[in-house]
T-cell receptor, first 112, second 112 residues
Framework: DAGITQSPRHKVTETGTPVTLRCHQT?????MYWYRQDPGHGLRLIHY???????DKGEVSDGYSVSRSKTEDFLLTLESATSSQTSVYFC???????????FGQGTRLTVV | DAKTTQPPSMDCAEGRAANLPCNHSTISGNEYVYWYRQIHSQGPQYIIHGLKNNETNEMASLIITEDRKSSTLILPHATLRDTAVYYCIVRVTTDSWGKLQFGAGTQVVVTP
């Protein structure tokens, strides 16, 4: 599993509440990514990070923010969750030298 | 990044070779071809990648045509555990961020 842990694995939350998803890695990889996966849309990139405090937006970043204060943790925050953010969220990591990415097991988020 | 075209689905008999085609007619000279797969409810898994030469690893072989406009992923002896969605992705070698853009992929079903 390349040392990636996503938490929580499942969460149900109410519309309008803040939610934070955590991606933790034990491999000291430099690059980290957050994707969401929805039926009919495949995997879409939300945000990514090059290193501590170095992040950038992906193709579907509206409504999401991220933080990376430590190499091992990449947090995805939904400031005010909406039903359209119901999805499965995947974190991925990559080293500077390797070109392939390794994915976590995903977090299934339901906003009711 | 160049777009890819894959058949939406294909079946394969257990023990036989599975040949998964991918069209990437607009690929540039600095773009690699990557293959990932996603078994139901799990995170995507890296399989193999190549630039212009054929590649082989313990999981699969990648055959890239001489003009690089298409490629084929070969699973030499398909098993039931190879049932998954297979994604063909092209990515520029100079993209240090390593962002992956997933399409719809090919749903492969291996039958006994």
């Amino acid at each position: 599993d390349a040392g990636i842990t996503q938490s929580p694995r499942h969460k149900v939350t109410e519309t309008g509440t803040p939610v934070t998803l955590r991606c933790h890695q034990t491999e000291n990889h430099r690059y980290m990514y957050w994707y969401r996966q929805d039926p009919g849309h495949g995997l879409r990139l939300i945000h990514y990070s090059y290193g501590v405090k170095d992040t950038d937006k992906g193709e579907v970043s509206d409504g999401y923010s991220v933080s990376r204060s430590k190499t091992e943790d990449f947090l995805l925050t939904l400031e005010s969750a909406t039903s359209s953010q119901t999805s499965v969220y995947f974190c991925a990591i990559r080293t500077l030298m390797n070109t392939e990415a390794f994915f976590g097991q995903g977090t299934r988020l339901t906003v009711v | 990044d160049a777009k890819t075209t894959q058949p939406p689905s294909m079946d394969c008999a257990e023990g036989r070779a599975a040949n998964l085609p991918c069209n990437h007619s607009t690929i540039s000279g600095n773009e690699y071809v990557y293959w990932y797969r996603q078994i139901h409810s799990q995170g995507p898994q890296y399989i193999i990648h190549g630039l212009k030469n054929n590649e082989t690893n313990e999981m699969a072989s990648l055959i890239i045509t001489e003009d690089r406009k298409s490629s084929t992923l070969i699973l030499p002896h398909a098993t039931l555990r190879d049932t998954a969605v297979y994604y063909c992705i092209v990515r520029v070698t100079t993209d240090s961020w390593g962002k992956l853009q997933f399409g719809a992929g090919t749903q492969v079903v291996v039958t006994p």
